[in-house]
């Protein structure tokens, strides 16, 4: 049995122009991967395309050993998408949120109940699981919203720019709830602009430019690629990039 959660193979998606061009990485079983690129480089495209929220023009896609393309439902069973903006229901409250996901994931009930206080636990909203969420502040809201990607146990979990817009005690709160997810088994990718986050959290990062992957391993892997020493990942992830953009004006 291969040891990848995800498996992305000449993943290509074109829109006006190439968004994500021949795209390949993997993600290993209980491991945090943090994928880094500028603006534009096709980052939230190839999540989606993953997540089975866009249709790839051409390549592959394996969660488990699963064809995302051939078997989209089965993959959904096991997979979390949090995107950057929260999309949750605004006339529920956090736990008849979660508990609404649950059953939509066929989750028993009790187990429902049980996944959704341990949730609102982890990320403080407890005190909170009664109120309506429509006068939740972004915050919070990404907060439920997190939760109900969780409330199904997924083994992967896919998430663009979580910690958008979130206080230093929320990003806390989040940043610990993925932790011990990994502790678990699970396996994570994720995009974030904060190269702090991802210096600290992830095992291997990706670094994409203009929709290709340009590196991938370690801190310390990706410095040797940049001809750098790995003291900083700022300096190391700027110093790829702007190598890539070189090359390709030379072409």
């Not at 193979?9 to 829109?15: D, G």
């Not at 709830?177 to 396996?187: A, F, I, T």
Request: hydrophobic content about 45%; glycine content about 8%; proline content about 4%.
């Amino acid at each position: 049995m291969e040891n990848f959660a995800l498996k992305v193979t000449n993943l290509t998606k074109v829109f006006d122009k190439p968004a994500v061009e021949a795209l390949q990485f993997s993600v290993h079983r209980g491991e945090f991967y943090t994928l880094l690129g500028p603006n534009g480089a096709g980052k939230t495209t190839s999540l989606r395309m993953v997540a089975g929220l866009l249709p790839p023009d051409s390549g592959s896609i394996e969660v488990f050993g699963i064809d995302a393309l051939l078997d989209p439902i089965s993959v959904k069973k096991i997979v979390a998408w949090v995107p950057d903006e929260p999309m949750i229901y605004d006339r529920l409250t956090p736990l008849e949120y979660l508990e609404f996901v649950a059953g939509l994931w066929g989750v028993e009930q009790n187990n429902a109940r049980s996944n959704a206080c341990e949730l609102l636990d982890w990320l403080g909203l407890l005190p909170n699981q009664h109120e309506r969420c429509e006068g939740f502040s972004k915050g919070m809201r990404q907060k439920v919203a997190l939760a109900g990607a969780l409330v199904h146990d997924p083994r992967l979990i896919i998430l663009d720019e979580p910690l958008t817009g979130l206080d230093a005690g929320s990003a806390r709160l989040v940043k610990d709830v993925l932790r011990e997810r990994v502790k678990s088994g699970c396996s994570v990718i994720m995009t974030t602009h904060i190269l702090e986050v991802a210096e600290r959290m992830a095992e291997r990062i990706g670094v994409i430019s203009r929709g290709r992957l340009i590196a991938e391993g370690t801190l310390d892997e990706l410095g040797d690629q940049a001809g750098r020493a790995a003291t900083n990942l700022e300096e190391i992830f700027l110093g790829l990039v702007a190598d890539d953009e070189s090359e390709t004006a030379a072409a």
